[in-house]
């Protein structure tokens, strides 16, 4: 690295100290909760995680026709980006927690409907939410056919009528359309042959998506090193990066194994116990060591950290319901701020205002004096410069 001051000349023979600021590998959460949690939530979550995923469910989002909760999410989604936090809004299309006033309406208007969603959701948010899941679940989509109401689900026709490629691409061109450049991702739970035929039949079509999202809710226990690996490789061959988005380890009872949908298991009671917080911490480090260590992969999201309203009332949460941090968070954070972290170094600048970094690939900043400057670094032996700015 070579630092210049404001008038473009090297600092020779400076002391300089430079710390990390946030990995490029993204260690990200579900931050449905965060900015209205307690100071104490927050510092833990802030602690460990440095992305945060946003709900941004259509049900939810419009409630009713033109109804949105655009104020309430900018303003949680601008406490965690002045805290430095990237961000992801999830989902733009998806079958479920969609808004149920659309399945009455003709199928062309809620096709209508659909798309003028996708783009005001992508423009309002532009500059704070850039990266989103375009379109998720969409391998059962089109034979998606539980509604509790008994009137048909207007997304699963649409996905249906369409098909699938065209229902993705239908996502991804309107959230295109809007001129921001958003990095947009397919997400699914289906990590078998039908999701990779779905990603090669959009490529083939031009379909052009930025990531490909693994889903890995493992209340039934963890998955292994190898199957890991194996997913991995298979996805990779698409060569396209990798985002674990939605994970879960539990550490209460594991579900019974032979629950087909893990939506079918709800217990009145699912409490967190030592001895599976001891078995929790244990696979939340292999998982995140198998998965970092793999090139394809570059962002693993945590799909919630406390246990308080955790998806169907697991104890998965890495902070218990009161508050104070189980064993995987600690285990975790000594991975993520620990041993995968940089300490601030001190250093002096040769001749020509050179010092030599090593670390993980991120952002960092470098400090002289009164000056500073940030630069990214990537993986790899880079020449980078830097211009201090008081």
């Not at 399945?103 to 992508?122: I, K, Y």
């Not at 939506?263 to 939340?284: H, I, K, L, T, Y």
């Not at 793999?294 to 697991?314: F, N, Q, R």
Request: with cysteine; hydrophobic share 45%.
């Amino acid at each position: 690295m070579t630092l210049r001051g404001s008038d473009g000349l090297p600092l020779a023979h400076q002391d300089v100290t430079v710390r990390q600021v946030r990995h490029a590998f993204e260690f990200g959460c579900a931050a449905f909760e965060v900015a209205d949690a307690d100071a104490a939530y927050q510092d833990l979550w802030l602690g460990l995680f440095d992305t945060a995923t946003l709900p941004v469910y259509w049900g939810r989002y419009e409630p009713r026709p033109g109804e949105t909760a655009l104020a309430d999410l900018t303003a949680a989604a601008r406490w965690l980006a002045d805290r430095g936090v990237r961000l992801k809004g999830h989902p733009l299309v998806w079958h479920t927690v969609k808004a149920p006033w659309v399945d009455r309406l003709p199928l062309d208007e809620a096709e209508r409907l659909l798309r003028g969603r996708v783009r005001r959701e992508v423009r309002d948010l532009a500059g704070l939410i850039d990266t989103w899941d375009a379109i998720n679940e969409v391998v059962i989509m089109p034979r998606f056919d539980n509604e509790p109401d008994g009137v048909p689900n207007a997304v699963s026709r649409l996905c249906a009528r369409l098909g699938r490629v065209e229902m993705v691409r239908l996502a991804v061109d309107e959230a295109r359309a809007q001129g921001t450049s958003p990095r947009l991702l397919v997400n699914d739970f289906d990590l078998g042959a039908e999701y990779e035929r779905l990603i090669e039949e959009l490529l083939e079509a031009g379909v052009r998506i930025d990531a490909i999202g693994l889903q890995s809710h493992m209340h039934q226990g963890a998955r292994g090193a190898d199957e890991l690996l194996e997913i991995c490789d298979r996805f990779a061959r698409f060569g396209l990066p990798l985002h674990w988005t939605e994970t879960t380890l539990v550490s209460g009872d594991l579900m019974p194994p032979d629950v087909v949908d893990l939506n079918d298991f709800q217990p009145a009671e699912w409490p967190s116990m030592p001895e599976g917080e001891a078995r929790q911490a244990q696979d939340v480090v292999r998982h995140y060591m198998t998965l970092v260590s793999h090139p394809a992969v570059e962002s693993i999201t945590y799909w919630g950290m406390g246990d308080g309203g955790a998806w169907l009332g697991a104890p998965a949460g890495l902070v218990r319901a009161d508050g104070t941090p189980k064993p995987a968070y600690d285990a975790l954070r000594s991975l993520v701020r620990g041993a995968w972290w940089t300490d601030p170094a001190p250093a002096r600048t040769d001749a020509e205002g050179r010092i030599e970094v090593e670390g993980f690939a991120g952002r960092y900043e470098a400090r002289c004096g009164a000056g500073s400057a940030t630069v990214d670094l990537a993986v790899g032996e880079h020449a980078v410069e830097a211009r201090l700015a008081r």
